[in-house]
């Protein structure tokens, strides 16, 4: 095929990413180096940035038993919704790749995309209404009797790992689905001709193949999980040790902008780190199954 | 058998039908929280009952004699104006460079560009407001539209590529090949083919936009209250069941953008 001007059509596409790309850079770029700096700047006694840069934040940060205790719970509660989230991933994904009926395949592509438009306060907003002292479960489990006085259900952080599963399922089907559904009909049949079990073929044809595709679900649901803060703060309330309720309190309650710098960027490296790795054994792992 | 995809598991084994059975489980799990907004939204009493005594529309009725809940629409629907349009445009031309460009590190660049999803939100939000109030715009509208499109971007960039990946190329090839310019053909060879990538990718725009919160809590002010921030405010303050009925027409929206999804580049590859 002939392309007589693909030189003018390079310079046609860099002209088109180029507000795109001076948007992030002002709007993204800009404001991360910044943090940096900001990080760096020591306050007085008012809260007052000072013109004097150290590294006294991060020392604040990693010196303080409360903020580690607070890094180390926000890893773990996203390390268990991630978990949570892949094991009921793996039924749900499941469903959707056997299901034939086209018009059934749809309604559960709608459950779940629909999570995805619908605004994280709305859908926290009903875990509080099924939760809450005189909330939908309390009432159903006292007029069957099971109860006399109704279980404190919400302010803690089992209720926080449940409304993150939900939240936070659909980043961890879809992945999935798409794993299991590349895999071609031939590999599990040939299983079977060569007389492995329905057992047997999952644990050693498909769910080797579909780790990849657990892995990507597993990252993208440990990074939100560990970076949100509107649904624990309104269903574990505002005492839960978690790194981003502190750094939303520090730069909003508190105004302690260089100590809310200091945590957010800790909290980024560190996400950054583990979700690094997972995606370096899920490379490797890739290589293992598909040869590429 | 290249592209057998239709992935059949050892059909009618106990195990497979044990399989089905839990991941129906999962999606009553994940539909469970929208059927009970809907029995709160339309129950006559503050706390919604199981099985439900009646229904009323008084809480629709109370948020729509609210002035403060419908000063929170407006802002949220300026915010589109100024959100939709420039997501959708730096979405488009941003996925379409990436698309058509090779070069080293265009990988790297295109998880640049998707990078906002994955940041922790919280840390956006800080950022922003540093830079913002520095600029004067933090507690803005316009503060509060660099967010929403930050955040919306990605889901633009998305949608267009699947377009485009399934653009025939060889439409732009013989457009140039004929004489047009990059831009000519890009205008009326490129865009009418990639429309529905765009569409989907302005409705997401529009969704994300006026659903944000985690961003938009750094960045509003006493008279750039959005309505995601407002119901914010309110379960954290006190309880109002208006917040109900706010919630059910927020699900109504969620549905309609779901129909305009699948009107143009499907559900299946909306993600």
Redo the contacts between chains.
Sequence with gaps: MSRPSSSGNALFSWLLLTPGMLFLLAFLVLPGMLLIVLSLHDVDGMLMVLPTYSVAQYINVFSSATYAHALGTTLWVAALTALLCVLLAYPAAWLLVTTRSRSWRTVLYLILISPLLTSVVIRTFAWIVLLAQNGLINDVLRRLGLIDAPLALLWNMKAVIVAYVQVMLPFAVLPLATSLGEIPAALPRASHSLGAGARHTFMHVILPLTIPGMMSGAIIVFALAAGSYVTPLLIGGRLQPLLPIAIYQQALQIANLPLAAALSLSLLVVTAAIAGCMSYLQKRWERRVYGH | ?AT????????G????WL?????????L??????L??F??AFSPQA????PPNGWSLRWFQAFFENPAWLRALQVSAWLLLLVVPLTT???T??A???A??TFRGRNLLQA??L??L??????????????LT?MGLAGSLVGLA?GH??VA?PYA?RTVSVSLASMDR?LE?AS??LGA???YT?RHVTLPLIKPGIVAGAV?AA?TS?????VS??LTAPGTVTM?VR??TY??QTFDPV??AV?AL??VL??L??VL??RTIG??K??
């Design positions: 058998m057998d995809r239709n992935f059949s598991p050892a059909s084994g106990l195990w497979h399989g089905r059975a839990s991941g129906l489980l999962v999606y799990f994940l539909i469970l929280p929208v009970v907004i029995l709160s706390y919604p009952q199981f445009l730096l979405g031309t941003a379409y460079a990436l058509r460009l640049f560009v990078s906002p994955i940041i922790p939100q919280v840390v956006l939000g800080i950022a922003l407001l540093y830079v520095g660099i499109i930050l971007l960039v060889r090839a140039m090949s310019t990059p831009a890009f997401f969704v006026f659903g944000e919160v985690s809590l750094f995601p119901i914010f379960i954290d917040v109900n919630s927020f699900i969620a549905v953008a779901l999804i699948e559900l299946t909306a993600l």
